[in-house]
């Protein structure tokens, strides 16, 4: 049996569609908050559990026959809150007889165990201390956090304004993503190592080029002179000091094809807005 928690949000949906095109539905377990809001994936006959990370008891019942578990890291922010629920999944797994874990880690958490990659950083060493064979997923940044968002704006009004002073980003589809942690899942050979998992590097004013050709009409770049406000704020200053750059051949290798091109994405981005 494969279990992936946390399986409601945008990752866990799409890895339990691309599961079902490996595996028969009634070897796939969407562990969920709240069950009654999963009617989609019990739809695609997969069974749906009730499994909250605040919740251990829920968590040991949630996992029961699991052979493998996706063990998406919790939405919680706060790094001890963060690192509670995943120690209380890691538990619940032992508990179960879980054979491999499977955990989407952030780029980075191997290096550093500071800021942001704090919980990462112990929930990745909790898991090789536990003795599961493992394989760490680490996800860059969302491509759809960046392009999702201001495309139709940028198109209408023919300017696209960052300020990540032109450097490159690292990041991801989610499809691509989840595809990566599907395979890991289903296949013996791809455990025991991580994963530092990047897609094609692009940048703003590359951007504007895409979405001018996407649109057939000029989209200029324009490098913004104050700081954006909120979490966007905070992203387009991590890419201004290059720390999105990095690049591995990990997600290729998982998927056996490139990722996503900046201009699949872009493509993605605008079917869907």
Do not use: C
């Not at 989609?40 to 559990?49: Q, S």
């Not at 019942?61 to 699991?66: L, V």
């Not at 860059?140 to 696209?160: D, H, I, K, Q, V």
């Amino acid at each position: 049996m494969i279990v992936v928690s946390a399986a409601s949000g945008a990752l866990g949906r799409l890895v339990v569609r691309q599961l079902l095109t490996r595996v028969p539905a009634d070897r796939v377990v969407a562990v969920v908050r709240q069950p009654a809001r999963a009617a989609e994936l019990a739809a695609l006959g997969v069974a749906v559990r009730h499994g909250d990370y605040d919740d251990p008891a829920s968590l040991r019942s949630a996992f029961r026959d699991a052979e493998r578990l996706l063990l998406i890291s919790s939405p919680e922010l706060a790094p001890d809150r963060r690192i509670g629920h995943h120690l209380a999944a890691l538990e619940a797994a032992t508990a179960n007889g879980v054979r491999a874990i499977a955990y989407t880690s952030f780029l980075g958490a191997d290096r550093d165990g500071s800021g942001m990659n704090a919980a990462h950083h112990v929930t990745e060493r909790a898991i090789i201390e536990s003795g599961i064979a493992y394989a760490m997923l680490r996800n860059p940044f969302y491509s759809e956090a960046f392009l999702n968002a201001g495309l139709r704006a940028a198109a209408a009004s023919g300017t696209l304004t960052s300020g990540t002073g032109g450097r490159g980003l690292n990041t991801a589809l989610r499809a691509d993503l989840a595809a990566a942690a599907v395979r890991v899942l289903t296949d013996d050979a791809y455990l025991g190592r991580g994963y530092n998992l990047t897609g094609p590097l692009w940048t703003y004013p590359q951007l504007a080029e895409v979405l001018s050709d996407a649109t057939g009409k000029r989209i200029d770049y324009h490098e913004a002179t104050d700081e954006t406000p909120g979490p966007m704020g905070f992203l387009m200053g991590l890419a201004r000091s290059g720390a999105l750059e990095r690049q591995t051949e990990d997600l290729t290798r998982l998927l056996g094809r490139p990722p996503a091109t900046l201009r699949q994405a872009v493509a993605g981005a605008l079917s869907e807005t």
